[in-house]
C-alpha cells in the first residue's frame, strides 16, 4: 500500500501534490508478482494507493505508466483540479499512447474528484475490466468519465454532476458536459445519479447495458438529454430500470435497441431520429410516462433528414402513460354502428403513419350473419365493409411490428 504523504503530498489540498502523486503511482506499478492478466499486462499483486482520507490539488493529470498493468486500487480520498490544469485532460488517465489493451482489473473506488471547471475527471482507455465505484464526479466541463476504447468497464454507485445541486438550479439552462461519454463496447453503468450535465450519458458504442440510471441533469426543454444513444445502425444497447426526470432519451437510428421498466417523469419522452432511415429490432416496453397534460408523445420521430426507409421488428407496447399523448406500434379498438361500413382511427395512437403491417378484427352481430370484408387500411385508419345494412360492433387489433417475408 502506497500513501501520498511519504512522498511529500500535502493531505490538506493548499499545496500541488501532482509529482508526489504520480511518483507513488510509478512504483506501485514495479511492486510486480508472478503470473501474468491478460498477455502483456502485469499481475501488481493487488498494491494500493491509499488516499488516507486526504485532499490532494494536482495541476496535471495522475497518468498510469504507459507500459500498463493490473490488479491495482487508488482509492479513499479527494482530488482536486488546480486552476491551470489543462482543460482539454482528464484528472485520472488510464491511457497509453499504444492502441493495445494495457490495464486490467485497474479500480478506481470511495473518490471525490473534482474537476474545479477545469477539464475532465477520470478517463478510460483501451482498458479492460476497470471499475469506478462509489466516486463523486463534479465541476468538469468536458467528460466526468469518458470510456473509450477496451471493454467490460464497470461504474457503479456514483454521483455525477458539473454544478453541485438538487434540481431546480437557476444555471441549468448553462450545463454542459457530458456525464459518462461511453465510445467503447460492453460495458456496465448501474446505480449511477447524474445531476448536472448537459448530457446525461453519451452512448457511441454497442451492447452496453445501462440500469438504475437517475437522469436529472438538463431539461429537455433546456436542450439537455438524459441518454443519447448515437450509435446508428448497429447498436445493441439494453437501458433497463431507469428514471429520466424532466430529460428524456434521444437515439439515432437504433438496431437492437431495449428500453424498459424505466420512468419518465416531467413530459420526458423518447426521440427517435432518422440518420439513414433505419429502425429495427427495437423493443420499447413496460415503461411508465408522466407529464402535465399538455399534449407532449411518450415516443416522437425526428425525420427532418430522412424519413424511415426501413421499419421493422419495432415493438412499443404496455407502457403506461398519464398526462402525455400514448404512442404505440400496437393498437386496438372497437366501434358500434347500424349500417353497412364501420371505421376506426388508429393515427392518434399508433407512431409510423399510414404503415399498418398487420390487422385482425371480428364483426360481432346477434340479428344477421352477413358477408364482409377488410376495405382498407390507409392512414391507419382501419375500414370494414358488409354486404348488407346491421347492427353491429367492429373489433379490431393493429401493429406495425411484423417483418416481412418474400
Partial sequence: MYHPIDYGADPTGKSDSTDALNQAIWDAFQSTVNGQLMEGITNLGGSELFLDGGTYKISRPLRLPEFGGGNFMIHGGTLIASKDFPTDRHMIELWASSTSILYEDITLRDLM??????????????????????????????????????????????????????????????????????????????????????IGILVTGQANILTGVHCYNKATGWGGTGIYVAAPGFTQNRIVNCYFDFTGIVVEDPVQLHITGSFFLGNAFILIKSIKGVISGVNIVDNMFSGDYTGIEIIQLDQSNQSFTRIDQVVIDR????????????????????????????????????????????????????????????????????????????????????????
Wanted: glycine residues 8%; contains cysteine.
Fill in 113 to 198: 474528484v473534482n474537476c474545479n471547471l477545469r477539464g475532465g475527471g477520470i478517463a478510460i482507455i483501451n482498458s479492460l475490466r476497470t471499475f469506478v465505484d462509489n466516486c463523486y464526479v463534479s465541476h468538469f466541463t468536458t467528460n466526468a468519465i469518458f470510456i473509450q476504447g477496451g471493454h467490460e468497464s464497470y461504474v457503479k454507485n456514483s454521483f455525477i454532476g458539473q454544478h453541485i445541486n438538487a434540481g431546480g438550479d437557476h444555471r441549468e439552462k448553462h450545463f454542459s458536459g457530458i456525464g459518462i461519454n461511453i465510445a467503447s463496447n460492453d460495458n456496465v453503468i448501474t446505480d449511477v445519479v447524474i445531476f448536472s450535465a448537459a
Fill in 319 to 406: 407502457n403506461n402513460v398519464r398526462g402525455m399523448v400514448l404512442k404505440s406500434t400496437i393498437a386496438k379498438g372497437s366501434v358500434w354502428s347500424n349500417g353497412t361500413t364501420w371505421t376506426i382511427d388508429f393515427s392518434r395512437v399508433l407512431l409510423f403513419s399510414n404503415l399498418i403491417k398487420n390487422v385482425h378484427y371480428t364483426l360481432h352481430s346477434t340479428s344477421k350473419f352477413p358477408n364482409h370484408i377488410l376495405r382498407n387500411i390507409s392512414n391507419n385508419c382501419v375500414t370494414v365493409e358488409s354486404d348488407m345494412p346491421i347492427s353491429a360492433t367492429l373489433h379490431v387489433y393493429v401493429d406495425q411490428t411484423m417483418v416481412e417475408y418474400i
